[in-house]
């Protein structure tokens, strides 16, 4: 199963918003409402922020959101902070007669 | 809280075997999936293995299957990965995870290094 496709890197400044996408194809992202997002600072494990799409798990701000349009899901972040700066991994459940699940190549987020 | 601790990583020649382990604690163990993933130095996360509450499923990455097995002692509390026939390419920092079709928590890690 080949990965998911998300941007090496993106930045922005204190305030902003920035959108993370991740596209993948009819037998992942777009097959299934099961679209994940982590979060993990240098040195640090995963943290989820977005599960199924587009659910926020308790304890997680509601700066962060996450959306979906056919093959492509997207990780919005509002009122960019400084402790935001991490990489961000997609994660969806795919289209597999047994089970399996297939990440991103992760998005380096720069708060400048 | 949750709390998931992996031990038994470390440098292993290419060919060995080890098994990991992944003790966990703030929950009710034997109700929930447990999962494998996997960080190469420098790249991306990689799922690895799913093994469902009670053990009556597993599956395995193309990359691992027929090598690496996952189990679990609901008893214990204890989740583990048993590796054989080890590559190089193993090389990684191994999480425990939480979950089915999303990870919900995650442990800190411990790394394997293959090398000769």
């Known amino acids: 199963q080949s990965a998911l496709t998300q941007p090496a890197s993106v930045s922005g400044s204190p305030g902003q918003s920035i959108t993370i996408s991740c596209t993948g194809t009819s037998s992942d992202v777009g097959s299934y409402n099961l679209v994940s997002w982590y979060q993990q600072h240098p040195g640090k494990a995963p943290k989820v922020m977005i599960y199924?799409?587009?659910k926020r798990p308790s304890g997680v701000s509601n700066r962060f959101s996450g959306s979906k349009s056919g093959n492509t899901a997207s990780l919005t972040i509002s009122g960019l902070q400084a402790e935001d700066e991490a990489d961000y991994y997609c994660c969806s459940y795919t289209d597999s007669s047994t089970f399996d699940v297939v990440f991103g190549g992760g998005t380096r987020l720069t708060v400048l | 809280q949750v709390v998931l601790v992996e031990s038994g990583g470390g440098v292993v020649q290419p060919g060995r075997s080890l098994r990991l382990s992944c003790a966990a604690s703030?929950?009710?163990?034997?109700?929930?999936?447990m999962h494998w993933a996997r960080q190469a130095p420098g790249k991306g996360l990689e799922w690895v293995a799913i093994?469902?509450?009670?053990?009556?499923?597993?599956y395995y990455a193309d990359s691992v299957k027929d090598r690496f097995t996952i189990s679990r002692d609901n008893s214990k509390n204890t989740l583990y990965l048993q590796m054989n026939s080890l590559r190089v390419e193993d090389t990684a920092v191994y999480y425990c995870a939480r979950g089915y079709q999303h990870f919900q928590h995650w442990g800190q890690g411990t790394l394997v290094s293959v090398s000769s």
């Open positions: 093994i469902w509450y009670d053990g009556s499923k597993k």
């Open positions: 703030g929950f009710t163990f034997s109700s929930f999936g």
């Open positions: 199924e799409d587009n």
